[in-house]
Every structure is written in structure tokens, then in C-alpha cells.
């Protein structure tokens, strides 16, 4: 069974705090997204990985990094957490393929990030 | 640049009523078109997909038809259940294009027994 994990379920940290999120996916897949959810707005991309130390930004980037040094871990980085980060943070993993438009992102179980 | 229009929730239902959650989209050309869903305390599931016009794509008893000249693709189902209280997104991936998906704002399923 396919399966991706992210380190915290839940995470409360402080404004101006660094915070590292993890995501392992465990099904060899090559490409890795990072997404918000926030209500009313959907999943918005972060940044995006397409392989082993490669990455993408995506449509809200700002306040955020990534690091990608093994195939199977994703991490999200806040340099300097602040209120408006507060959030629900998915991640997602897909093969490669020939028709990446038709492959399936498989989603962790997220982790609510709360930045006091 | 891509866009995808859900009909705002929540939405709330008794048990074995028909379900309808509107979708529409902005795209160049003709995109694949997805429904995810999140059941609570979860991440998103991949429910059903279609790859070209006039696809029919079904799965768990819900299915939505690739409406090119409406570019539409609502989900449906005949008879909720409690179980399918949920939050469902649409989402689009323009095809031949190393962009991602683009998602919807998503709509809130609560089925009441």
C-alpha cells in the first residue's frame, strides 16, 4: 500500500522560530509537492520537486524553502515562522511517467501548523 | 492562467439524496480533470479522473462527465451515505505541461442520517 508520512500531526510554534517539516514517501516516486490548505482557498502549491535535488517554486513560495537530498524525503522549511503561515500543510507524491497529467498524487495526512 | 470554479459548500444532506457539486474550469487546450476527496482528519484521496472530452470517470458510486463545451466536470452521485461526508476538490493538470495540479477552493459534504 502506498504510503506518505509527514513528521507532526499537529505543530504550535513561535513567531520568528525556524520550523522544518518532514514528508517520507516510501513509493520510489520522483516527483514531491508541498501545498497550504486553507479554507475558502483550496491547496495552493508551495515549491515542488521533480527529483533528487531539484526544486521548483510554485505559486506562493515567499517565506519558504525546500530541500530534497534523498529521493524518498521532502522537507519544507519556514526560516522565520510568522502568524500568516499558520496553516494546514499537505504533501503529496508522484511517479514520473510518460503522462504525468494523468498520474495520481498521493497525499500524507498533513500537519496543522499553528504560529503563535 | 488555469482556474477551476467550485460551487461554494457547505453542503449538507440526508442520507440517500442525490448529490450534485458543480465544477468548471479555465484552461489552455484540454486539460486532465480530477476529483480528490478528504475525509476528516485525512489527506486526499484521488476519487475519479477523466482525460478527454466527453470521459466519464466513476468510482465509489460518484461520477462526472469531461464537459468540453461547457468546460464543466460536476461530480454526482445517486444516493449519499453518511460515510461521504467529506471535503471534495476538483482540480486540473493541463496536459503536456510540467505544471502541477491546480485546485479548486473545495466544498464541505456533511450527509445527516
Known amino acids: 500500500d502506498v504510503k506518505v508520512t509527514q513528521s507532526s500531526r499537529y505543530l504550535v510554534k513561535r513567531t520568528g522560530e525556524k520550523v522544518f517539516l518532514e514528508c517520507v514517501q516510501d513509493?520510489?516516486?520522483?516527483?514531491m509537492f508541498w501545498y497550504r490548505q486553507d479554507p475558502g482557498l483550496g491547496l495552493r502549491l508551495i515549491y515542488f520537486?521533480?527529483?533528487?535535488?531539484?526544486?521548483e517554486k510554485g505559486d506562493i513560495p515567499e517565506g519558504y524553502s525546500v530541500s530534497r537530498e534523498k529521493k524518498e524525503r521532502f522537507s519544507l522549511i519556514l526560516e522565520s515562522a510568522s502568524t500568516n503561515q499558520t496553516s494546514m500543510y499537505l504533501c503529496?507524491?508522484?511517479?514520473?511517467?510518460?503522462?504525468?497529467?494523468?498520474?495520481?498524487?498521493?497525499f500524507g495526512p498533513g500537519t496543522r501548523l499553528t504560529v503563535l | 492562467g488555469d482556474s477551476v470554479t467550485q460551487m461554494e459548500g457547505p453542503v449538507t444532506l440526508s442520507e440517500e439524496a442525490f448529490l450534485t457539486i458543480n465544477c468548471t474550469y479555465t484552461?489552455?487546450?484540454?486539460?486532465?480533470l480530477f476529483w480528490y476527496v478528504q475525509y476528516p482528519g485525512e489527506g486526499l484521496q484521488l476519487l475519479l479522473k477523466?482525460?478527454?472530452?466527453?470521459d466519464k470517470g466513476s468510482n465509489k458510486g460518484f461520477e462526472a462527465t469531461y464537459r468540453k463545451e461547457t468546460t464543466s466536470f460536476h461530480l454526482e452521485k445517486g444516493s449519499v451515505q453518511v460515510s461521504d461526508s467529506a471535503v471534495y476538490f476538483c482540480?486540473?493538470?493541463?496536459?503536456?505541461?510540467?505544471?502541477?495540479?491546480?485546485f479548486g477552493s473545495g466544498t464541505q459534504l456533511t450527509v445527516l442520517p
Open positions: 503529496a507524491s508522484r511517479p514520473w511517467g510518460r503522462d504525468r497529467a494523468n498520474n495520481e498524487q498521493f
Open positions: 513509493m520510489d516516486h520522483e516527483n
Open positions: 520537486s521533480y527529483d533528487v535535488k531539484m526544486k
Open positions: 484552461a489552455t487546450g484540454y486539460p486532465s
Open positions: 477523466a482525460t478527454k472530452a466527453d
Open positions: 482540480a486540473l493538470h493541463p496536459k503536456g505541461s510540467a505544471r502541477q495540479l491546480t
